[in-house]
């Protein structure tokens, strides 16, 4: 079965549904479960499709943005031939000043795709107080990628930045993870990558391919963690599969757990079944197992100093009713998450610090994504 991306896999729905559901969200933005009175607060705006956030040593909250794509190297897209996929070095990574101001600290980062759909910078993790570490989307082969010349050559990679030089930030490759997928294929498919969570492991990294469905490490030239299977529909979709269709699982966020297990989540793909994405609970060498169920369509996780797991949502309803979503809590062994805070436009990423949840909100628009603030 041919992959598609991960932005199709949410606004492949039209970019006209998109602004329809986020113009609807707008008006409920500050919305919350009957169980807390916490009202999101706008920290941020003025981003370009902002991704997965981050807190650095110092206290910095930084931002990737996939960026607003570009005029270059333009083809007919892998998933629309009647639209136009091109390059440009739009994608960023932006600190968060203490009032809401917006410091691109890294530009010229590669930004694929179309004007709705980019992909570019996806999530950050600190090596050092001024160093980071970096995925950058593809949702193609390595063969797409070189369609794009030079200024598609980091699409698929995961890089090393870093601030201290005085001469600008120092972009360094540290593995090339769409060629794992073309070597490896570890889902035994399309060959398709699209590198999206990050996390630390020692001197190493672990990353969600949300194209290639699986789990991987950097480790030993790179290794696979775990392949997550297909997800069987459980009804018929309006003028779409039946029952029974085997939706990709689609990885796209992994965190190492109070236990020390990894804990990846799933956006699961087209039909985007309501309540068909699980938590999955991830230790070396053994299957996945399952932490929680009955989610939908999850992009982003993290654990708060109590040792609670809170999920992003992008589509609470499932991405064909459009992209509103949630903040949840998500108890072990749940079979329906706890709405912490609702009608969000296009949430995406989440980040805790202290007692609050800093969210990325209208991830495919450019100059339009936003950080809110949630008190837990």
Not at 54 to 65: H, M, Q, R
Not at 97 to 122: C, F, I, M, N, Y
Not at 237 to 248: L, Q, R, S
Not at 276 to 291: E, F, N, Q
């Amino acid at each position: 079965m041919k992959k598609k991306s991960l932005i199709r896999r949410f606004a492949g729905i039209g970019v006209a549904t998109l602004a329809v559901s986020a113009a609807a969200a707008n008006s409920v933005e500050a919305q919350t479960s009957s169980s807390t009175t916490h009202t999101p607060k706008v920290v941020a705006s003025g981003l370009n499709s902002p991704r997965q956030l981050t807190f650095s040593p110092g206290g910095w909250l930084y931002v990737a943005e996939a960026g607003t794509t570009g005029r270059t190297a333009c083809r007919p897209s892998n998933l629309d031939p009647k639209a136009k996929a091109c390059v440009g070095l739009t994608g960023s990574v932006a600190r968060i000043g203490a009032r809401g101001t917006v410091t691109r600290v890294v530009r010229g980062l590669p930004s694929v795709g179309t004007a709705d759909e980019p992909l570019g910078p996806a999530d950050l993790v600190f090596t050092e107080g001024d160093s980071f570490a970096l995925t950058i989307g593809l949702g193609g082969s390595t063969a797409y990628r070189a369609s794009f010349g030079s200024m598609g050559a980091r699409l698929g990679t995961l890089v090393n930045v870093d601030l201290r030089s005085h001469e600008g930030p120092r972009v360094t490759r540290i593995a090339d993870l769409a060629a794992y997928e073309a070597r490896a294929n570890p889902d035994k498919g399309h060959v398709e990558s699209n590198p999206t969570g990050l996390a630390r492991w020692g001197d190493s990294y672990v990353y969600t391919d949300s194209g290639g469905n699986a789990v991987n490490s950097t480790r030993h030239g790179g290794t696979t963690l775990a392949v997550l299977p297909p997800v069987p529909t459980t009804k018929p979709t309006p003028n779409g599969p039946p029952a029974g269709f085997p939706a990709e699982a689609v990885p796209t966020d992994v965190v190492r757990g109070p236990d020390g297990a990894w804990y990846v989540s799933q956006l699961v793909g087209f039909p985007f079944e309501k309540g068909a994405a699980t938590i999955w609970r991830l230790v070396p060498g053994h299957a996945p197992t399952a932490y929680a169920t009955g989610l939908t369509n999850v992009t982003s996780l993290a654990f708060d100093h109590h040792g609670r797991l809170y999920a992003v949502e992008i589509a609470a309803n499932g991405l064909l009713n459009g992209p509103v979503g949630a903040l949840v809590r998500v108890p072990r062994e749940s079979t329906s998450p706890v709405v912490v805070a609702g009608g969000l436009a296009a949430p995406y990423g989440v980040a805790l610090r202290g007692d609050d949840a800093y969210v990325t909100t209208h991830t495919t628009e450019a100059g339009a994504g936003q950080v809110l603030r949630v008190h837990l």
